[in-house]
């Protein structure tokens, strides 16, 4: 079995920052790419980053380029998500997943196999 685990999550007031944390244990540990995903209440889940291991190619929605950063440690199981200018559209439950399904895109919803039960990102105006 695998398991990810994000935190990091909080309140905090717009224009600040925040940095979430994702760690891969189990059989999601060697996952190639991992992402993060938001759901803000009432909408769908939405593409946030994605890193591949291999190359370090990075991803980003556009509503977050510039603002945030994926990130990887020197361990293949763990990703960060530093979060800088928040906004209060930014408001949501944030998603760290992991092994990316063959033949799917790294910004997919339902791309990955495993997913973590999310963190709490509450940004004030």
Do not use: H
């Amino acid at each position: 079995q695998g398991q990810v685990v994000e935190s990091g999550g909080g309140l905090v007031q717009a224009g600040g920052s925040l940095r979430l944390s994702c760690a891969a244990s189990g059989r999601t540990k060697n996952s190639y790419t991992m992402g993060w995903f938001r759901q803000a209440p009432g909408k769908e889940r939405e593409f946030v980053a994605a890193i591949k291991w291999s190359d370090s190619t990075t991803y980003y929605a556009d509503s977050v380029k510039g603002r945030f950063t994926i990130s990887s440690a020197n361990a293949k199981n763990t990703v960060f998500l530093q979060m800088n200018s928040l906004k209060p559209e930014d408001t949501a439950v944030y998603y760290c997943a992991a092994v990316l399904i063959f033949g799917k895109s790294v910004s997919s919803t339902d791309g990955y196999q495993y997913w973590g039960q999310g963190t709490q990102v509450t940004v004030s105006s």
